[in-house]
């Protein structure tokens, strides 16, 4: 188990999860010569006492909630090894002059926001939503506003990532509480002053579970202004292409992170009943963590390249991109494989002809991550059309005389 909180002595099993589990996640397969690293100003495992202030707000900086339901840092906290965020009745109606206008609360709600703006990368996050119909979610957004294609207009973004409830109910958005839902919304204000949300089609991964049941992890990858992909547990990716009629590459403005619980409006979704907020058992988000990725060249040096060691994120591998290589006949193979380290390693390529015998050997250094390369071999032994040979790859850790071999595979190479 990898923690243990007060609540899971009385459900022995349903919190934890492996170590190996948790390397099995992460973002899918960099495009050639790329590598994935971690960010770290928008990942972190939460296992400390207290919010990371250096990382996160413990309240939304320019939204109070949506009455009923208000933002207070009271109901944000790290323990267990997880940020909760928890959902409770405030006893009385309390009023909030907000936004030209008064509104009413009695729902306490929680919201966590990343103090830095991020863009194209790898974002997911390992989360139990409450077993209420209070919101648990994990998105990006813009604030403020940026000026559009006609100069009097202008527009915001919003992807989010995920969005749930906990439990079902005689209300419209039932289907809420199961799966996973992202939406990304282009925010366009035309020159008349009216407000459009223009969406993308929705991308939706069935399940038969209650997103309060067990610890989900929800995944997206912002490939550029046009397009995302989404990720649910281990199922294959669901793409996103982004509106574009009034910008045709509309999502071109750095987001922050939004981890939030709150609530939503009948019909759609019902309110949170006090029996329910008032039961620890039910009225806590949990989230496990929070992981972001980018890309860079898979030589190019990165200044955070210490996370992947500290979290031993990966389980270190080296995975060639097929089975069986067929290249033409020539005296250099370039030979495409993906490796995954969580420090500075050494990538030794074998080649072997089809009688067993050693051809050559070569190596390079490789840097932390989950990179994407092209390994050039230039045999000093003319090899022969229509030949069989075998090549072996080894994931070594550095150092002069060190035979230890933590991965490695092989491919079958045919010369045409």
Not at 71 to 87: I, P, T
Not at 91 to 99: C, N, W
Not at 139 to 145: A, D, H, K, N, P
Not at 372 to 399: E, M, N, Q, S, V
Request: proline fraction near 6%.
């Amino acid at each position: 188990m990898k923690k243990i909180s007060v609540l899971i002595a009385l459900c022995f099993g349903l919190f934890g999860h492996s170590q190996e589990e948790s390397k099995s996640y992460g973002p899918p397969k960099p495009p050639m010569g790329k590598r994935w690293v971690m960010n770290p100003d928008f990942s972190d495992e939460f296992n400390g006492t207290e919010l990371d202030t250096t990382k996160w707000l413990d309240h939304h900086p320019t939204w109070i909630g949506r009455p009923p339901g208000l933002f207070l840092a009271s109901q944000v906290s790290v323990a267990d090894g997880y940020l909760q965020l928890k959902g409770e009745h405030m006893g009385k109606d309390t009023i909030v002059h907000a936004y030209g206008k008064d509104q009413t609360f009695n729902i306490a709600g929680a919201a966590v926001v990343s103090k830095k703006k991020t863009m194209f990368g790898y974002y997911e996050c390992r989360v139990k939503a409450a077993a209420t119909t209070m919101s648990t979610t994990f998105w990006l957004s813009t604030v403020g506003s940026f000026q559009g294609p006609n100069e009097c207009d202008s527009y915001g973004l919003e992807l989010d990532i995920h969005e749930s409830i906990g439990r079902e109910g005689d209300f419209d958005g039932s289907y809420f509480a199961s799966g996973m839902h992202s939406n990304a919304h282009f925010w366009y204000n035309d020159c008349e002053g009216k407000r459009h949300d223009y969406r993308a089609p929705q991308v939706r991964f069935e399940d038969e579970r209650l997103t309060s049941e067990n610890f989900n992890v929800y995944g997206a990858w912002w490939k550029d202004e046009s397009e995302a992909s989404f990720y649910y547990n281990h199922r294959l990716p669901k793409h996103q292409r982004f509106y574009d009629k009034i910008k045709k590459k509309p999502f071109d403005q750095p987001m922050y992170m939004r981890l939030v619980s709150e609530t939503y409006p009948f019909p759609w979704i019902e309110l949170p009943g006090k029996e329910e907020l008032a039961d620890p058992s039910k009225n806590v988000v949990y989230y496990d963590w929070v992981r972001a990725y980018e890309l860079v060249d898979v030589a190019g040096n990165y200044p955070n390249g210490n996370l992947e060691k500290e979290l031993q994120r990966y389980a270190e591998s080296v995975i060639f991109d097929e089975a069986v290589l067929e290249l033409p006949k020539s005296k250099a193979l370039g030979i495409p494989l993906s490796y995954k380290a969580n420090e500075n390693r050494l990538l030794v390529m074998e080649l072997w002809d089809g009688g067993n015998k050693k051809l050559m050997e070569k190596s390079m250094e490789v840097l932390p991550g989950y990179g994407h390369l092209t390994f050039d071999l230039h045999p000093k032994t003319a090899l022969k059309k229509g030949g069989t040979y075998r090549i072996t790859a080894k994931l070594r850790p550095l150092g002069q005389g060190v035979k230890k071999v933590l991965d490695t595979n092989t491919l079958m190479l045919y010369l045409r």
